[in-house]
């Protein structure tokens, strides 16, 4: 079962055969407001997670802890949004992130 590398792009491109009532036009704005979500969860793990760098006292490991704590919560958020898409969602269903981590799920389901 051999496919040429035109026949792998072609597939790539063809959109989803997955059957939703959902309108195109609606997947493509659900899509779009995912990735935005994303990139604002992704940004605010990124912020967190470099924000003990402005903090000093005898305190800091404590805030240290705390914030590294929050920040792991806050990327887990991530796996749940690149891994729920509505069905028939578009880019965000496929993206490599997405396909890696659904790739490990059953793996770390198993941890915890």
Do not use: C, W
């Amino acid at each position: 079962m051999s496919s040429t590398k035109n026949e792998i792009v072609e597939r790539q491109k063809a959109p989803s055969r997955t059957p939703s009532d959902i309108d195109p036009q609606a997947v493509k704005e659900i899509s779009g407001a995912l990735n935005a979500l994303l990139a604002g969860v992704f940004l605010l793990y990124l912020k967190t997670k470099n924000f003990d760098r402005q903090m000093s006292g005898p305190h800091f490991r404590d805030y240290h802890l705390l914030l590294d704590d929050h920040a792991d919560q806050i990327f887990a958020m991530t796996d749940d949004i690149v891994l729920e898409p509505p069905s028939g969602a578009g880019m965000a269903s496929r993206s490599k992130r997405g396909r890696y981590l659904r790739a490990q799920q059953p793996r770390r389901s198993r941890m915890r």
